[in-house]
């Protein structure tokens, strides 16, 4: 068997794992904006629901962007192990 995996192999794992991913994230959309947001159900949506849902979505995106950002300027200001021991 060898020690490094098939190329194309990887690259659609990770494509079906960045699908899962987003499927998990708009799962979670979904349910938190509909128990924000929805009173009763029913046949057509009222402009006040229709106004949370927005709302909720944009937020939501606006927090999820917020957070990848703040992980990613964490991860760009960590010192490596190795090199914190080399000081």
Request: proline residues 5%.
């Given at each position: ?16 794992t960045?699908k ?18 929805m009173?009763k ?5 009222d ?10 979505v944009?937020?939501?995106i606006?927090t ?10 964490t ?10 021991l080399?000081?």
């Amino acid at each position: 068997m060898a020690a490094t995996a098939d190329p194309e192999l990887q690259r659609f794992i990770e494509a079906e794992t960045q699908k899962q991913r987003f499927q998990t994230l708009v799962h979670q959309l979904t349910e938190l904006c509909w128990d924000k947001c929805m009173e009763k159900p029913g046949p057509k949506m009222d402009a006040r629901s229709e106004g949370c849902f927005v709302n909720c979505v944009e937020r939501f995106i606006d927090t999820s962007q917020f957070i990848l950002n703040r992980l990613e300027q964490t991860q760009k200001s960590k010192v490596p192990f190795s090199e914190s021991l080399s000081d």
